[in-house]
């Protein structure tokens, strides 16, 4: 068994994930210059999260679930893998194509189903046609997601780690282009979202052809291998779109707030940011190297694998829950706060921030977890536990709408997030030692936490000191960046003095590639 390189993984879908969202950032940023929280902004957040939702199931949460593992198993004993890809590319391509016609058909009631609060009035209708420009997007990146899948099975990250900075640059691209026209800059960012998707899909599609696996479109076959696929995939598909689930649920309830969903949008894209950075990188690496360690029965393997991937995973997150939590609002204005977003919009954008910022580790424990289940075919567990969290998310962001209003979903998905962590935890104490995390982590788990307390404290007071810098059009700049710079070597400084972690670890195990 040739292992994969956890360490080189992590990096290297770390890098490109940071990438994506470092110009995610500025795609927020332009879009919240130029469009601003309203009503054409709540109607592009509202219709671009249809195809990103769907996505969500259908395609990265299905096929990295499901798919990975059993093309990974032919892959390593070389039983026709280009023939069972071939048979999955078919059929979920079939299937989206169905997909993607019923969408543009049904257009109104999906929005009526994910924004029932537009109803009435001027967003509904832009919603409805913006729904129906970038909903074909998910095609595009449903067969992005398989051809994704066949390359991080081989131990090949970097193409489908870089194909979303495709869609950020080609979107920020559109915006200045119709800005500096004098256009409808709304329009070039609908409109640039599809091609996109083509240029995304286009990207990994070449690199699966020079990894040996070529696809072409062809009919759709029912084998049982891909009874097999299906039966897994439909599981996974709601245990890994939990997130989306819970966020649409919010939307739903803050579309009858103006403002609302771009204010949770803003806020969403800002702590995504560790979320995709940490904890997508870390679940992707993940589950093949856990899947190759468990047929080979290498337990001892497995549980240092989980082990120090969620070290890795709490190492970055819990220092960034904590910045949310203690300086939301200097984030926010200065990535923010210009042009059609003012400083309201961004102390509510603010208050969203730390709301989810406790919900952080969760969210990304939960990319630690959920291989697990994934690496031994299981979809059914999460799928179970999924229900529950999404059952609390709803009653949650329901139930307290009448005291917390717009908030209430941002209030609920950090809830629900720990709700599915703790099932999958408690789950997971029946697959023995190799689903349990080593005393290394619950060690320095602790000390994490500890030096992070010990930060927020830091950057809080940093940030009071800093006021009158943060508050210039100019020096807010700089000022962020000190706070930045401030933060981190408090961090590290009190991790590396209690324990949480050794800098000179971290050196060799990326030395040696694997940690």
């Known amino acids: 068994m040739k292992p994969i390189k956890l360490m080189s993984g992590f990096m290297t879908v770390g890098f490109w994930t940071l990438a994506s969202r470092v110009l995610g950032f500025m795609r927020e940023i332009l879009i919240a210059a130029y469009i601003g929280p309203g009503v054409l902004g709540d109607a592009f957040y509202a219709a671009f999260r249809l195809p990103n939702m769907f996505r969500r199931f259908f395609a990265e949460g299905a096929f990295n679930a499901a798919f990975v593992p059993m093309f990974a198993k032919r892959w390593e004993a070389d039983e026709n893998p280009q023939g069972f890809a071939q048979d999955a590319f078919n059929l979920l391509a079939a299937s989206v194509l169905l997909l993607t016609a019923l969408g543009m058909v049904f257009m109104p009631a999906l929005v009526l189903l994910t924004a029932g609060g537009f109803d009435g009035d001027a967003r509904f209708d832009l919603t409805v046609g ?21 390359l991080n099975a081989t131990g090949r990250f970097a193409a489908a780690a ?12 559109a915006m200045l282009a119709g800005a500096l026209l004098g256009q409808e800059v709304i329009d070039w960012l609908v409109w640039v979202i599809p091609f996109a998707g083509i240029a995304q899909l286009a990207l990994v599609w070449s690199a699966a052809a020079r990894a040996g696996i070529s696809l072409r479109p062809g009919l759709p076959r029912l084998t049982p291998e891909m009874k097999q696929l299906v039966r897994v995939a439909l599981p996974a598909a709601l245990a890994m779109g939990v997130t989306q689930v819970n966020l649409v649920v919010g939307q739903a309830v803050a579309s009858s707030y103006a403002g609302a969903v771009s204010w949770l949008s803003l806020a969403d894209r800002l702590y995504q940011l560790p979320l995709g950075v940490v904890g997508i990188a870390v679940g992707i690496v993940l589950l093949p190297d856990l899947s190759r360690r468990l047929r080979a029965g290498d337990d001892q393997g497995a549980q240092d694998a989980l082990s120090r991937a969620g070290e890795f995973s709490l190492l970055l997150t819990i220092p960034s829950a904590v910045a949310f939590i203690a300086i939301p609002l200097p984030l926010v204005s ?18 969203a921030v730390a709301i989810y910022g406790a919900g952080l580790p969760a969210f ?7 291989p697990l289940y994934f690496a031994r075919e299981d979809t059914r567990s999460p799928f179970h536990y999924a229900l529950v969290a999404m059952v609390v998310n709803a009653v949650l962001a329901v139930g307290l709408q009448p005291v917390f209003g717009w908030l209430a979903p941002a209030i609920a998905a950090p809830v629900a997030g720990w709700v599915m962590v703790l099932q999958l935890w408690l789950g997971a104490r029946r697959m023995g030692a190799a689903a349990q995390f080593d005393a290394r982590f619950q ?14 404290g830091v950057l809080f007071a940093a940030a009071v000191l800093l006021g009158p810098a943060l508050a210039t059009a100019y020096w807010r700049y700089l000022a962020l960046l000190a706070l930045i710079v401030i933060g981190a070597v408090a961090y590290f400084a009190i991790g590396q003095i209690i324990g949480a972690f050794r800098l000179s670890e971290f050196r060799s195990a990326l030395r040696r590639g694997k940690a």
């Open 334 to 351: 200065v990535l923010y706060e210009r042009g059609a977003t003012g400083p309201q919009d961004a102390a509510a954008i603010a208050m």
């Open 162 to 173: 870089a194909a979303p900075v495709l869609l950020n640059i080609l979107a920020c691209a």
């Open 130 to 150: 913006y729904g129906r420009i970038v909903f074909p997007y998910i095609l595009c990146m449903s067969l992005a997601a398989l051809f994704s899948g066949v």
């Open 443 to 456: 060690r320095r788990s602790l000390r994490i936490v500890l030096a992070s307390i010990a930060m927020g």
């Open 364 to 370: 990304v424990l939960q990319k630690v977890l959920q």
